[in-house]
């Protein structure tokens, strides 16, 4: 038979029977990172935020004034709120519930008339099935004219039609799940995750209690852990939270609202003695990490009106005669912003589908935001005088940085390629397989060097502590030959025509780059300086996925010829008590505390920490920007009592070592 008459043959037998349709929620269960992102603890979690969205909804909608979160024993997770609860009347169409087409039916749900929900956040429409589609076992509790009505799922198909309890007084909806873990690789709700949630929700919709507990453990007063958010003056409360471990130049935030064509706007704006920039989008509540068109509109408005006001008042003369020029970075630097804007129909795009794209929103923030900004400006001449200055400073600070820049890279086309004298690099040119490793001190670095497979592994020794990005102006950055050495070895670039600051890795050299350091606190006080720097210069790495954090062993436990490692205290004793049979015999046995990588040799570093069939990596993943943005400014700024309040509320988990 020819290759036509193949081919032929093949497209003859591509017919309907070919042809897949997943019914119903099948789609969901086979395909569940198109719906919720992963299935890891991000999926997972999201699972909670898309019932707590349409309860947030209902209170946007003016019907509701409190929710709570429950994680209970079993890790199943129940979400109560005191709306109108899920309409359970008959729905002619489908021939069943109101109550079983929302939970059963993507692109179903009251979010798609106009007349139920102004504005709603989640997935728009597909939340609730979904979260039912992936669960074991799903119940609905509903609380709605003057009855408790009541419905079960299994795996998003329902148990039995919906039940008629007793009379209630009640009024709200109860969602109660439990994951389905054949589908889910992490198992286990993390309670800061979800509190760091609801605490942002809660500054997003003012006036909105959210609660959660945790039922699955108790602290030492025997009582579970639980906390409750609720702002009042929302934007506000939410900057003052964000902004609370940075020194401000201004009294009290600049803040505004409104609403155009059906677009609700809310911002709030301070300067910070900083030199980072940390402006916030949010539509419907959603962190649009992406930015968008709101971001867009406001970032045009603010460079737009501060350039106007400093050309009016004369400031920017000194700068002239430098030949400075101002770019949209310098107004932009120590600037905290929160935007959130209220959209009806909200169009996403993006790789995360975190980036708003209604043009119609560019023109409302622009002119909403430049408004805000003349009229704020002319009201508070001592603050906007402070906030040109800032913007003088930041502009020479970046004239200043790209003259360092330049020579950094400059250094690296011309000194052979411009690897750093300290780097061990691999033999292989596949950034896609090579890992560098940054390792603490030279001592480690030329163990870990004897140790690697030096095929797709690289070294890169560092000095002590690096410089603490968190209080350097931008060229002091490149005066530090620490971070200079991390910035050729990897082979990114900084700033275009465009974005001073924006990281070109069109030449990265390694897919995966590990921090290894020692296991104390040094070595922790390291990897959080070497982190920071990422998540301030080097985000896009952190979002690529290609930050680890490696974790060598805390002892060595020998008692004969055999030797275990273990990697922390609980594991230590469990290995005791099995290699002297409950210290029955523990004649022989020996514990060794590694207090440092250089305690170990190559082949013990090889086997424990540096070897991927063995080790153990650690991904960097930022689950929450804003909240990430603020503790490393509460860790690393120049506030004190914010980083001492958080030392002393967390000094119960720490561990001396004596």
């Known amino acids: ?81 005191n709306g109108r609860g899920i309409p359970t009347d008959f729905h002619e169409k489908e021939q069943r519930s109101a109550l079983e087409v929302v939970l059963t039916v993507l692109h179903a749900g009251g979010k798609f008339n106009k007349e139920s929900y102004k504005v709603s956040g989640g997935l728009h429409g597909v939340g609730v099935s979904c979260v039912n589609a992936l669960s074991k076992h799903l119940r609905a509790d509903i609380y709605r004219n003057g009855k408790h009505f009541l419905q079960e799922y299994a795996y998003g198909k329902p148990l039995y039609s919906i039940k008629e309890l007793e009379d209630s007084d009640q009024k709200g909806t109860k969602i109660t799940f439990l994951p389905d873990d054949s589908i889910f690789i992490t198992k286990q709700y993390n309670y800061n995750t979800l509190s760091t949630r609801l605490k942002e929700l809660a500054f997003l919709n003012r006036g909105i209690t959210l609660k959660i507990t945790d ?102 003369e000194k700068l002239e005669k430098q030949k400075i020029e101002i770019s949209g970075d310098d107004f932009r630097e120590g600037l905290t912003s929160i935007i959130s804007v209220k959209v009806p129909e909200p169009q996403f795009e993006g790789q995360t589908k975190t980036k708003l794209g209604n043009n119609e929103v560019l023109g409302i923030v622009d002119q909403m935001a430049g408004e805000m900004l003349t009229n704020y400006l002319e009201e508070n001449p001592k603050d906007a005088k402070e906030i040109v200055n800032k913007v ?5 600070a970046r004239h200043a940085a790209r003259k360092a820049r330049e020579l950094v890279q400059r250094k690296s086309v011309f000194n052979g390629g411009g690897l750093p004298g300290k780097l061990s690099d691999c033999s292989s040119k596949d950034a896609a397989q090579c890992e560098l490793f940054l390792v603490e001190g030279d001592s480690a670095g030329g163990t870990a060097k004897q140790g690697r497979d030096s095929h797709y592994q690289a070294i890169l020794p560092l000095r002590g502590k690096i410089l603490n990005v968190e209080k350097a102006m931008h060229h002091k950055i490149f005066d530090s030959e620490e971070i200079k050495n991390i910035y050729t070895a990897l082979g990114v670039s900084i700033g275009t025509d465009d974005d001073s600051k924006a990281l070109n890795m069109d030449k990265l050299r390694y897919h995966k780059i590990i921090l290894m350091t020692d296991a104390d606190v040094d070595g922790s006080h390291i990897d959080t300086l070497i982190l920071t720097f990422f998540f301030r210069h080097m985000k896009e790495l952190i979002e690529r996925g290609c930050v680890y954090i490696a974790t060598p062993p805390l002892y060595l436990v020998k008692r004969g010829k055999e030797e275990r490692y273990v990697w922390n205290e609980e594991e230590r004793e469990a290995v005791i008590a099995e290699v002297t049979n409950n210290g029955a015999n523990d004649a022989g046995l020996h514990i060794q505390r590694y207090k440092g990588l250089g305690e170990m040799n190559d082949e013990q570093l090889w086997t424990t920490t540096m070897d991927p069939e063995r080790r153990t990596l ?37 561990k001396i070592d004596i």
């Open 215 to 316: 039922l699955r453990e108790v602290d030492d007063n025997g009582n579970y852990i639980t906390d409750t958010f609720y702002s009042e003056d929302g934007l506000k409360d939410f900057i003052k939270y964000l902004d609370s471990g940075r020194e401000k130049i201004m009294e009290y935030p600049i803040y505004m609202e409104g609403e155009k064509q059906n677009v609700a706007v809310e911002i709030v704006m301070q300067y910070n003695t900083s030199f980072t920039e940390n402006i916030h989008s949010y539509v419907n509540n959603i962190n649009t990490i992406e930015g968008g068109t709101h971001l867009t509109g406001f970032r045009r408005a603010l460079t737009r009106t501060l350039k106007k006001y400093a050309d009016e008042s004369k400031m920017l």
């Open 392 to 396: 003088i400073l930041a502009a020479t």
């Open 618 to 654: 650690r991904q960097v993943t930022i689950d929450n920007v804003t909240e990430a943005d603020r503790v490393f400014s509460m860790l690393m700024g120049d506030e004190v009592p914010p980083r001492r309040e958080f030392i002393e509320r967390n000094a119960k988990y720490a």
């Open 1 to 81: 038979m020819s290759e036509l008459d193949k081919r032929k043959k093949e497209n003859e037998e591509y017919n309907a029977e070919n042809i897949q349709v997943l019914e119903g929620l099948e789609a969901v269960r086979k395909r569940p990172a198109m719906y919720i992102g992963d299935v890891g603890e991000r999926g997972l979690h999201h699972l909670v935020y898309e019932v707590v969205d349409n309860s947030i909804d209902e209170a946007l909608a003016g019907f509701c004034n409190n929710i709570e979160v429950f994680i209970n024993e079993d890790n199943s997770v129940s979400v109560i709120d």
